[in-house]
RNA sequence: GCCGUUGUAGCUCAGGGGUAGAGCACUUCCUUGGUAAGGAAGAGGUCAGGGGUUCAAAUCCCCUCAAUGGCUCCA
């Protein structure tokens, strides 16, 4: 017979042990020993992280989360949001808060101010608050409450945010926190006590719309990152520093990849003599692809009349918010900078009669279009107003939509397999179902066009996420999506399965059947643009990018100048190998001409000097390594072409 | 676009109401050196731009521009 009090808790590792009702995480945690207790701050029962101090009372799977966990994690930062509002509020009476959720490195909290302002200055002192707060070792208390009673409360303290909030919550739902002074309206979990935070540090002030809506008030976001051990806050500090170093905007200053002048514009980037040979390197790799993929080159112009742009929908879409039409010298005649290269591709199309034996047609072109971006929004060569798109737009029969996509996938993740591009996700953006007027077109071509890219995500077993309202206005995307050397995220590749402009241009191709039917336009960029895809190649590879790539592939260093003739002739029987590089002709030493190509990141140095010009050799040195030891100009051209493949 | 921060030599930065500083880079000279910085001298700035306060502004205030951290937006 069993007994009634007791409960049966099924640990991860499929063990099940008999509690009594009631029993927390901790009592568990406990049960098992100490040590491990001692490290536990959360608890997923179920499919819920909770308290660990919260009672189960019924049979349940438990896993019990430390700082190791994901979860776990999460529990402690959404916390340390919390201490930062008790110190917040106990230094700044009378400040009110909107949320405050933990982020995936760090957390965040959204508060009003009202008479006071802070800046990073205050930062020192509101950590000492924290950490004066966090010794107290005051817990989490969790403390369910009726809707009415905790509008009561948060009325009586005068925070608006919060009964708005409230507003939303469903009575019977509804708990505050409590630690300290401090009470906060939260579904939580939190970690047991505030002693566990033991390492504090305010990484940065933001302005930040209420609710993420442009239109409400703006909240002051402040952001910070604690940890268990202050061990762990100086090796996450070293690492941030690291990360800095990897800052496109920082190596393409430092490599002469890339400029901005304030005289040119902003968001217009200027590509240096190396940052064009990366491009240029990139371009030709992928036109190599696209042609054996069956793409055909097409080059189209910069400017657009503005009827081709009402035709696709984007002048109505953008237009106001765009670069302005461009005017000629006859009245009503008007211009756009091209913002997409679509409409012009539709044309082509349209410049002869189509059979469905044509299909699928792939037009490929680098094209440069231009964007008139917020200035707020702009940032180094992620976020431009003029870029080039690696596009493509494949015109195809309904019936080879998901071949196509298919095929489209693979170009995609062969590029990014090419270059070493292994962390990224892979998004579906779909329409938002809340707010379909932001779209055009029929919702029978939305959902065909959004099951193809789901079935073919699927097919090619890609692990995606799904996000609705991410999807262009004319249809839903397949995105890959890639992380800065900052963490934030940017998108890559794209593909688009289009039902839209196919319709808008009226294009055309006539059957099996000799009827006209239309065919449907994937859209598709694996780079997505050049400027954001080279932006992330670089922190990627911190500068150092692969040999094939690599502006300067090689640096010769003659030991001095009675060497710079061997030297000169050298340089040339490698040019004739195709193999890129300078001579340094400078008037130093070989230890300094050595540490500048180091410096600057150039694979391979060539040093020659009496003993090499002798035996009509070279010697080689590979970046980071060091001395390669000897070679005939023939051997190191064989070596080298071994190394530089893609 | 919104909130905040920043703007001093080519770069990285110090200074902070009383005639503008360092290191690196650059130029010239010396040095001809064998695997991560040879030495010396020199040149270089309307202190982002404009307006104001002041006997005096790079420094304080306002505006503009740009960069930057977020938010919003992102064809």
Redesign the pocket.
């Known amino acids: 017979m069993k007994d009634e009090s007791e409960i049966i808790i099924t640990l991860p590792d499929g063990s099940q042990r008999n509690y009594p009702k009631g029993v927390t995480a901790m009592q568990i945690a406990l049960s098992i020993s100490e040590g491990l207790a001692r490290n536990v701050i959360a608890a997923k029962v179920g499919n819920e992280v909770w308290d660990p101090g919260r009672a189960i009372e019924e049979n349940s799977l438990v896993k019990l989360l430390t700082w190791n966990d994901t979860d776990g994690k999460a529990t402690f930062w959404h916390s340390s949001a919390h201490l930062l509002a008790e110190a917040l509020e106990a230094l700044y009476p009378g400040v009110k808060f909107g949320t405050g959720p933990s982020l995936e490195r760090g957390f965040y909290y959204d508060v009003d101010l009202g008479e006071h302002s802070i800046?990073?200055d205050d930062f020192p002192k509101i950590e000492a608050k924290m950490l004066e707060l966090a010794r107290q070792k005051n817990e989490y208390v969790r403390q369910p409450i009726g809707k009415e009673e905790a509008i009561a409360y948060f009325k009586e303290k005068g925070d608006e945010y919060k009964l708005e909030l409230l507003d939303g919550l469903e009575d019977g739902s509804i708990t505050l926190y409590q630690q300290g002074n401090f009470t906060d309206l939260c579904k939580g979990p939190h970690i047991p006590n505030t002693g566990i935070i033991k390492a504090i540090k305010l990484t940065?002030?933001?302005?930040?719309?209420w609710r993420?809506?442009?239109e409400n008030k703006?909240l002051?976001?402040i952001y910070g990152i604690t940890f268990p051990k202050q061990k762990e806050l100086d090796e996450h500090l070293a690492l941030m520093e690291e990360a800095k170093k990897r800052d496109h905007?920082?190596l393409g200053?430092d490599l002469e990849l890339f400029a901005?002048s304030?005289k040119v514009?902003?968001?217009l980037p200027l590509w240096l003599p190396k940052g064009a040979m990366l491009r240029e390197r990139l371009e030709s790799f992928l036109r190599k692809a696209q042609t054996r993929a069956g793409y055909l080159p097409v080059v189209t112009p910069h400017i657009g009349s503005k009827e081709l742009y009402v035709t696709s929908g984007?002048w109505d879409?953008?237009g106001k918010?765009?670069f302005q039409p461009i005017k000629t010298p006859n009245i009503g005649e008007e211009y756009l900078l091209k913002?997409?290269n679509?409409p012009h591709h539709c044309e082509i199309y349209k410049t002869s009669p189509r059979s469905y034996k044509d299909l699928p047609i792939r037009f490929a072109e680098f094209g440069t279009v231009y964007?008139?971006?917020?200035?707020?929004?702009?940032?180094?060569l992620t976020?431009v107003r003029g870029f080039t798109q690696d596009d493509a737009h494949i015109f195809c029969r309904p019936d080879q939509v998901k071949s196509e996509f298919l095929k489209v996938i693979d170009l995609v993740l062969y590029v990014f397999n090419s270059l070493g591009f292994d962390d990224y996700s892979a998004q579906i953006s779909l329409r938002d179902p809340e707010n379909k007027q932001?779209y055009i077109g029929a919702d029978s071509d939305w959902e065909k066009a959004e099951t193809a890219i789901i079935e073919a995500a699927a097919e090619k077993g890609l692990e995606t996420v799904t996000e609705l309202g991410?999807a262009?206005?004319y249809g839903p995307k397949l995105d890959f999506m890639v992380r800065d050397a900052?963490g934030?995220k940017w998108q890559l590749g794209t593909i688009q399965v289009d039902y839209q402009l196919p319709q808008r241009f009226q294009l055309e191709y006539t059957g099996s059947d000799n009827q006209k039917h239309r065919p449907v336009m994937i859209h598709r960029a694996p780079f997505g643009s050049m400027e954001r895809f080279i932006a992330i190649l670089i922190e990627n590879t911190a500068g150092q990018f692969p040999l094939w790539l690599s502006p300067d592939q090689i640096a010769i260093l003659p030991?001095?100048?009675?060497y710079a003739e061997y030297a000169e002739e050298v340089f040339f029987q490698l040019q004739d190998h195709d193999i890129r590089g300078f001579v340094d002709h400078?008037?130093?030493?070989?230890?300094?001409k050595?540490?500048d190509a180091?410096?600057t990141k150039v694979p391979f140095?060539i040093?020659?000097?009496?003993?090499?010009m002798e035996e009509g050799k070279i010697?080689i040195?590979r970046?980071?390594e060091?001395?390669l030891g000897?070679l005939t100009i023939a051997e190191f051209a064989d070596f080298f072409k071994k190394e530089a493949k893609v």
């Open positions: 800046s990073q940065n002030i933001a302005g930040a719309y993420n809506k442009q703006m002051t976001r905007r920082r200053k901005f304030e514009g902003q968001g984007h879409k953008y918010d765009s913002p997409m679509c964007r008139y971006e917020q200035s707020g929004e702009l940032h180094g976020r932001k991410e262009a206005f900052l934030r030991i001095s100048e009675k400078r008037d130093e030493k070989i230890g300094r050595i540490r180091e410096v140095m040093i020659v000097g009496e003993k090499e010697s040195r970046k980071g060091g001395d000897s």
